[in-house]
C-alpha cells in the first residue's frame, strides 16, 4: 500500500512559491505532525473529501487558480515516469465546508481548496491502476504527491512579513493536520543564485 513521507515546507526555486512534497512510497518521515498522517493513504483516500486550506496574511493574494497539486507515479529503479498529473485546486465555496477549515485569526485570510469534481475521476482512475497490480509490482513504485502555494502582495510597498499556512485534511483525518505553520515567504530562494531582500512579488 502506499504509505506516505512529509517532508517539511521546501521553499521553490521560483519566487513566491511554497512548496509540500509528500512520497508516496518507503518509511514514515519524523515531523511534527507525522503521527497525525500516518492514516492517510493516497492510494484509497476519499478524493470527494481531500481538502487543502490555506491560511494567510491579509496582505498576501492567492492566485485565482489556487494550489497546483502534482502526482506522479516513477519506477523505483530506472526513475522513470509511469504516470503523471498536474491538477489546480479550485476554491470551496459552500459555508459548511468553509466553517470547518481551521482557524484563521486576526488579519488573516482562510481558503479552503478540494479537487474539482470533473478530475476526480481521473485521480480514482490511477488509484484503481495502481491497488490492481500484484504487490510484487506495487513495490516496484514510488509515488510523489507535492502541493505548492504561490502568492503576491497586494502593496507593492509592503516589506513586512508575508506569513503563510497549510493544512491537510483527508477521509482518514478527524481534523485539519498542519504541513506548515506561518511560513515567511520573503525565505523563498528568487533562484539558484541566492536570495533577494524581498522575492514576493506585487500582485499585477
Sequence with gaps: MFGL??????????????LFVATLIGPFATTAHGDDLDSFNPATTDLDLFRIAVVHTDRLQIPAKGPRMLFSMTDKKTGR?????????????????????????????????????????????????YLALPKTEQDQI???????????????????PMLISTFLKSSELQEYVTLAEDYDLRNVPSGAGGKTADPVKPCA
Design 5 to 18: 513521507t512529509l517532508r517539511r515546507a521546501t521553499p521553490s526555486l521560483r519566487a513566491g512559491i511554497l
Design 81 to 129: 515516469v509511469i504516470r503523471e498529473k498536474t491538477i489546480y485546486l479550485e476554491k470551496a465555496e459552500t459555508a459548511a465546508e468553509m466553517s470547518e477549515g481551521p482557524s484563521a485569526g486576526n488579519r488573516k485570510t482562510i481558503a479552503v481548496y478540494r479537487i474539482a469534481a470533473r478530475q476526480v475521476d481521473e485521480l480514482r482512475a490511477l488509484q484503481a491502476r
Design 142 to 160: 514510488a509515488g510523489s504527491l507535492a502541493i505548492d502555494v504561490s502568492g503576491c502582495k497586494i502593496d507593492p510597498d509592503d516589506e513586512g
